[in-house]
């Protein structure tokens, strides 16, 4: 086999040039490793994975969405399943530890947070590629031990489900139910069903009580 053969294959996707090029030039530079495309969307992430098969995908979580892209819980979803063999790797602002650990239920391999050294980024991929099953950033670990209990009254994002998160997300950036079942393509009493169960488990009653719970916990 030939050295080029025996690279670790990755794609890199991210919506801020800077961010793309500083991560391609990175994973490029690591040994072993070659980065096989950089993209810019979710969309064309899904495109290039029809085209070309790939050893890593290193993603960002909430790229800059146009009609054929995903919201980000939807993305990593459809990457987890369209790439069943091939490791899925977030890279991301997220601080919400009920995303985080939602991205963990879901089996994303490794989460690194952007505000860390990009060396953390490296450390997660080369032990992902060296057959773990999942690794997370020191940051992103610290966040997740933290939460680990949460303080009675306190809304907990972590008892949603993907499906109840997506919802929730959607209706307190202002989407109305009826495009959210378009979008998520489900009927509107499920969307509604879904709702009223994440208000239920995050112990509010009100519309205004629910965005304001979300913006709290990072979610806007």
Do not use: W
Not at 142 to 148: D, E, S, T
């Amino acid at each position: 086999m030939s050295n080029v053969e025996s690279l670790i294959r990755v794609v890199v996707a991210d919506d801020h040039p800077i961010v793309l090029r500083a991560v391609t030039n990175y994973i490029d530079s690591l040994p072993g490793f070659r980065v096989a495309a950089s993209v810019s969307s979710g969309s064309a992430l899904l495109a290039t994975l029809k085209e070309q098969k790939v050893d890593l995908v290193v993603t960002d979580f909430a790229m800059q969405q146009s009609d054929d892209d995903k919201d980000g819980l939807r993305l990593i979803s459809h990457l987890i399943r369209m790439c069943e063999h091939t490791p899925v790797v977030v890279f991301t602002m997220l601080t919400n530890t009920g995303l985080i650990n939602q991205l963990c239920r879901m089996g994303v391999a490794g989460l690194v947070g952007k505000e860390e050294e990009i060396g953390e980024l490296g450390q997660v991929c080369v032990k992902i590629v060296n057959g773990a099953t999942q690794s997370l950033s020191p940051g992103m670990a610290h966040r997740l031990a933290v939460a680990g209990s949460v303080k009675p009254g306190t809304a907990d994002f972590q008892a949603l489900t993907p499906k109840e998160l997506e919802v929730v997300r959607l209706f307190s950036t202002g989407v109305a139910l009826t495009e959210i079942a378009r979008l998520l393509n489900r009927s509107l009493g499920t969307v509604s069903t879904q709702k009223r169960s994440a208000m239920r488990k995050l112990h509010v009653e009100t519309n205004v009580d629910l965005i304001n719970c979300a913006r709290e916990q990072g979610l806007l």
